[in-house]
């Protein structure tokens, strides 16, 4: 059977039904985001031309194409990115079919089941609010579905209400009702999603395609003062074992290795809000000191995370910038040793020259750092490809590159003189949000320094590449540039985060909001409930029902009072100078009897008042207009009025 539709609601569906799936044009592969749009112009098209749209075997037809299209892109019909895009396959053949009212709602509906789907790859305030913005038409489009005179201004004012309406009890449900936990949703979750992050494995060159990125990676927010730029090191992997090419962690590392005594007299105590990584890691200011029991910290002294990465996490954190670590005993000893064989001749030679006969390791050092500052070496983010021997075509040949070039080729020089040493990864600096009081981490910042293994110290932090771009730590990388050109940018040595411009400060406040966003709206978790509820003195779930039903009770009651509170008649202004009409008249000394209307007083004026016949017609005439034609306009209210109170 098929009910009449009004063009008017069609296009409505058609509107919103691809507003609502528009974001996903950047989740689900093209071929199938280009299938959706077909029946969605064909849907148009057949407003207009109604015998072209497909009939039962040619839409059966489009359905098996749908789906085996479907399953060549996706491999299959479960998990996020399958499930998705058979939400927006089934959404676009179901607009080919749309012949009564029952279609309509199926249509509203599935599109409010894909509205929901954005928020698996994106919960940003930004999505929130084009959701709820494109929720309004959908609800629209019932009103204007169940209306008999349906106007859309009329019907998207009712839908914007309605959802108003509906804001306190959602946002009741949100802070009280018990909270579900992302790993019962893991299934939904495809692991093969690329996210960014630093390599597990370190070769120059790797962190040079990452410092072009100004990708978030994680903020940071001081209880107290904020560090100083020379010790903003925020701890990665460890790299202890090389080939002489590249660089990687060893599973085993650090375990004979003790707690290191920590120096507490200054200490920095910060919030870390992670991005989605593709590793567990969680980048600590150098060394953590006290984290959460949901962390761990290994041998190494890095921070790891049980749960899954590739969630936004927040975790409070304290770490200490002074602290002396324990003994090295022989495997790690031979760890930190470790080459993949005796040294190049030239290498050798350096490190006779640079030991002099002298065996103390820190005057070595001093003397190797010495070497990189004095023999021409430059910092680059573009230096010469070195796939052969690249420790000793860095050091004697091409002598330009960034972090990890310093890094490696420090540790290993340090490593051929007995000394030692490996390369730790991570991030280096940060930008700080005035706005927001934090900094932003962002791939830009990705770093490689060296740690040395020094008696009666442990395990000393050094930076090679302070010796050659020491702006590069302490005034940090100018993110914006650096991406924009490719080239090395840092910021400048007058930086003022006041004198920042209007759009600059502008992008610091969205960024804050954000901030905001994510920490206490996303990361609203269990275990940000129970620290919220028990605040409000609510510590049992009989206490937690109780505040759930007394408020939704009371939002409740609220609403209802307003639904059944007599509305007050809205006055009629046309009727008010009738009214007014009939008073001067009365006053006059004319009786306007029962049932005489505008045209019948104007007749007994005429009679009893020539001199006021003009007027009274032109009363009458305009009333008539006003009240029972509907034809008349502000400008004759205000004509109607004027005439009125001429009467005398």
């Avoid at 409505?12 to 299938?35: C, D, K, M, Q, R």
């Avoid at 077909?38 to 194409?65: E, H, N, Q, S």
């Avoid at 509205?115 to 494109?134: C, N, R």
């Avoid at 560090?227 to 650090?254: E, K």
Wanted: hydrophobic share 45%.
């Amino acid at each position: 059977m098929t009910d009449y539709l009004p063009d008017r609601l069609l296009w409505f569906v058609l509107a919103s039904t691809g507003l609502i799936v528009l974001p996903h044009a950047w989740h689900v592969p093209l071929p199938l985001f280009g299938f959706f749009l077909l029946p969605l112009g064909w849907r148009c098209v057949g407003i207009g031309r109604p015998d072209c749209l497909p009939g039962k075997w040619l839409l059966f037809a489009l359905t098996v194409a749908g789906l085996a299209l479907l399953f060549s892109q996706q491999r299959g019909v479960f998990g996020r990115d399958a499930g998705t895009g058979l939400f927006v396959v089934s959404l676009g053949l179901k607009l080919l079919e749309i012949r009564g009212r029952r279609d309509v709602y199926v249509i509203v509906f599935l599109s409010f089941i894909v509205a929901a789907t954005q928020f698996l790859y994106e919960e940003s305030i930004l999505m929130a609010g084009y959701i709820a913005l494109v929720c309004v038409l959908g609800l629209a489009t019932l009103i204007t579905l169940n209306s008999r005179t349906p106007r859309t201004g009329a019907a998207l004012w009712s839908a914007g209400r309605l959802i108003a309406q509906a804001v306190p009890a959602a946002l009741v449900l949100f802070v009280l009702f018990p909270r579900l936990e992302a790993p019962r949703w893991s299934w939904l979750q495809d692991t093969d999603r690329a996210r960014s992050g630093l390599s597990n494995k370190l070769e120059p060159g790797a962190i040079a395609e990452l410092s072009l990125s100004g990708d978030l990676v994680f903020r940071v927010k001081f209880a107290g003062e904020l560090p100083p730029a020379h010790l903003r090191y925020w701890r990665g992997p460890i790299y202890a074992f090389t080939d002489g090419v590249v660089w990687q962690q060893l599973p085993y590392a650090g375990r004979g290795e003790t707690d290191p005594a920590f120096d507490t007299t200054r200490i920095y105590d910060y919030t870390l809000l992670m991005e989605p990584q593709n590793q567990h890691w969680v980048y600590a200011l150098d060394l953590p000191y006290r984290y959460p029991p949901e962390l761990r910290r290994n041998g190494l002294y890095q921070l790891l995370a049980d749960n899954n990465p590739g969630e936004r996490a927040e975790y409070r954190l304290v770490s200490v910038p002074n602290y002396r670590t324990g003994d090295l005993d022989d495997s790690g000893r031979r760890e930190n040793l470790q080459l993949p064989g005796k040294p190049a001749p030239r290498i050798q030679a350096l490190v006779e020259r640079l030991r002099d006969g002298d065996a103390d390791p820190e005057r070595f050092i001093t003397r190797l750092l010495g070497y990189f500052r004095e023999q021409n070496f430059r910092y680059t983010l573009t230096p010469p490809t070195m796939p052969v021997k690249p420790i000793e075509a860095f050091l004697f040949d091409q002598r330009a590159g960034f972090c990890s070039h310093y890094a490696t080729a420090f540790v290993y020089v340090l490593r051929a003189a007995g000394i030692p040493a490996r390369v730790v990864g991570g991030y280096q600096g940060g930008q700080f949000n005035s706005v927001g009081g934090f900094l932003e981490v962002r791939q830009a910042d990705a770093h490689a320094w060296a740690e040395v293994w020094l008696a009666e110290r442990g395990w000393v932090r050094f930076d090679p590449t302070a010796a050659i771009a020491p702006e590069r730590i302490e005034r940090g990388v100018d993110i914006d540039l650096q991406v924009a050109s490719g080239a090395v940018n840092f910021r400048t040595s007058n930086f003022d985060p006041t004198a920042l411009s209007w759009l600059q400060r502008g992008a610091q406040l969205w960024s804050n909001v954000d901030y905001q966003w994510q920490r206490w709206v996303i990361n609203y978790d269990n275990a940000s409930q129970r620290e919220f509820l028990s605040a409000l003195g609510i510590q049992d779930w009989l206490t937690l029902a109780y505040w759930l039903f007394a408020s939704l009770a009371g939002i409740g009651g609220l609403l209802a009072w307003r639904l059944l509170k007599p509305l007050r008649r809205r006055r009629d202004p046309v009727a008010d100078l009738y009214r007014r009409f009939v008073a001067r008249l009365v006053k006059a000394g004319l009786m306007a009897k029962p049932g005489y209307g505008p045209s019948e007083l104007a007749d007994q004026l005429r009679r009893l008042r020539p001199d006021l016949a003009e007027p009274a017609g032109r009363i009458a005439e305009t009333f008539n207009r006003l009240y029972f034609e509907e034809t008349g306009e502000d400008v004759d209210l205000s004509d109607l009025k004027r005439l009125i109170d001429a009467l005398r």
